[in-house]
């Protein structure tokens, strides 16, 4: 693997080079066949996941828009006055009490990062397959409680918007368009994603957002979402961009976004302290802006189990008074 590569991770420098060898590319067959086994691997991971560890987590927290209209049903003593039907009540001369189910269904939105910053991985896994892995147990987690899951792919501009739906068959559709999807663009556009959701779903949704949050400025579009949605924003992470990766003493670095390259030298001057204080300053500012904008994010990181900070962050959620 060449200097410049270096920090991708496996996968993604599969579909790079692939990307870059024009006609020696495998044929589709074999495409084909490659990513049917990667989506039937992913399902199986992720419905044990949801089997094993998430149920009931996700119900818990998630429990639908409220109460609808049933039906309604002569008084018995112990009835809450403030039940009764007072219509039905004076048309039939009976005390009839109204009675409510819960309204389950709700809509899910996977919003998820694909510019170039997500196929960074020091791990055999990509922040990109990370997002994957994660978008597939929340989506196997809503379709199993009856709700809608649709999906937007973003980078510097929407991608693909899949709108929501129910059933196994759809989900493994989302899921597909996860593992395949080559994106145009290469920057990160946060705060344009947050504005077409505003855009294309009119009512309150359950929002995961899946990005590292390495892009331009994207507080004033994320409060407003998060003021008509339910937002989770879910940060991917790879170990080196939290400290300096010493296992590499010289590296050349690419910008995945600009292709801009940066030759650095680890036993040179201050470079592993910088390193780590910019990390710090902008891992404190995306702290902020989630605060300010009362959001909690769930941390997964690829060299850490990620279902154990999706289930500690359902029991805080469902803790909540």
Do not use: W
């Given at each position: 693997m060449s200097e410049a590569t270096r920090g991708l991770s496996e996968d993604a420098v599969r579909r790079r080079n692939a990307a870059r060898s024009g006609p020696?590319?495998?044929?589709?067959?074999d495409d084909d066949k490659s990513l049917a086994s990667q989506v039937r691997d992913i399902e199986i991971l992720a419905r044990r996941l949801v089997n094993d560890a998430?149920?009931?987590?996700?119900?818990a927290v998630f429990k639908g828009r409220g109460m609808s209209f049933d039906s309604v049903r002569e008084y018995?003593?112990?009835d809450d006055v403030r039940s009764i039907d007072w219509n039905v009540t004076a048309?039939?001369?009976?005390?009839?009490?109204?009675?409510?189910?819960?309204?389950?269904?709700?809509?899910?939105?996977?919003?998820v990062d694909l510019s170039g910053s997500q196929d960074f991985g020091t791990e055999r896994k990509s922040k990109r397959k990370l997002a994957a892995e994660i978008a597939a147990v929340l989506a196997l987690s809503a379709i199993s409680n009856n709700d809608r899951v649709g999906l937007i792919l973003f980078t510097d501009r929407i991608e693909r918007y899949i709108p929501p739906k129910k059933g196994r068959g759809h989900v493994l559709r989302v899921?597909?368009?996860?593992?395949?999807?080559?994106?145009?663009?290469q920057g990160t556009r946060i705060d344009?994603?947050?504005?077409?959701?505003?855009?294309?779903?009119?009512?309150r949704a359950v929002v995961f957002l899946l990005s590292d949050f390495l892009g331009p400025e994207y507080g004033r579009a994320l409060g407003v979402a998060a003021r008509r949605h339910d937002l989770v924003p879910i940060v991917t992470t790879d170990q080196a961009e939290q400290s300096w990766p010493r296992f590499f003493p010289l590296l050349t670095l690419e910008d995945a976004e600009s292709a801009e390259l940066l030759a650095l030298d680890v036993g040179l001057g201050r470079n592993p302290q910088i390193y780590?204080?910019?990390a710090h300053v902008a891992r404190q500012r995306r702290s902020d802006e989630f605060?300010?904008?009362?959001?909690?994010?769930?941390?997964?990181?690829?060299?850490?189990?990620?279902?154990?900070?999706?289930?500690?962050?359902?029991?805080?959620r469902a803790a909540r008074p």
């Open positions: 020696d590319v495998p044929d589709e067959d998430m149920a009931g987590q996700y119900h018995a003593p112990g048309r039939t001369g009976e005390v009839f009490v109204k009675q409510f189910v819960e309204e389950r269904e709700l809509t899910v939105l996977l919003a899921i597909q368009e996860l593992l395949r999807f080559e994106p145009e663009g344009l994603a947050c504005d077409y959701l505003s855009r294309i779903q009119r009512r780590g204080e910019r605060r300010k904008n009362g959001l909690e994010p769930i941390e997964a990181m690829a060299s850490r189990d990620y279902l154990k900070d999706l289930v500690a962050y359902f029991r805080r």
